[in-house]
């Protein structure tokens, strides 16, 4: 009986040979960023419907609500149609480009009152509840570091 051609484990090494060749190096570095990143948008893109949010996952920028979330730390949202006092919450301000991560101290008419807990008063503004992106369901500390220190190198942050 005849042998086909390209089956079988001969091809399999070929590919893996070939793929470690295109991954050696600084280029395999690119390359692995790249694929990184593409991982990372698919995720975020896939938990959108499963969360019920626009922001499935976001990474924490600053201090303001230290000792409960630090700097670096990501946080997996989920979307609610209505929110507590207590809750942390992100949502878009009116002042900043970018979501705030901030715990609801108080429900008002026109929305809520935020606060980070590492802040000495207020935010100055209530925020419509139409602005709350979700709440915080988890805390991975540390892993949100990646997404700080581009954003900071690239001069976003």
Not at 90 to 95: G, K
Not at 106 to 120: H, S, Y
Not at 130 to 136: E, F, L, P
């Amino acid at each position: 009986m005849p042998i086909q051609q390209g089956t079988g484990p001969g091809r399999f090494n070929q590919a893996k040979l070939n793929w470690d060749r295109l991954t050696e190096g600084w280029m395999g570095n690119v390359i692995y960023v790249i694929i990184g990143f593409l991982v990372a948008v698919a995720i975020n893109e896939g938990l959108k419907p499963m969360l019920h949010t626009d922001t499935p996952v976001v990474a924490v920028f600053s201090e303001s609500m230290v000792p409960n979330l630090q700097k670096g730390d990501l946080i997996i949202v989920e979307g609610a149609g209505f929110y507590n006092v207590g809750e942390i919450v992100i949502y878009s301000a009116p002042v900043y480009k970018y979501p705030i991560i901030h715990r609801i101290i108080e429900l008002r008419e026109g929305g809520v009152i935020t606060k980070g807990d590492n802040n000495a008063s207020p935010d100055p503004w209530v925020t419509p509840q139409s602005s709350i992106h979700g709440k915080t369901v988890l805390r991975i500390p540390l892993l949100g570091w990646v997404k700080v220190l581009a954003y900071e190198l690239l001069g976003l942050a």
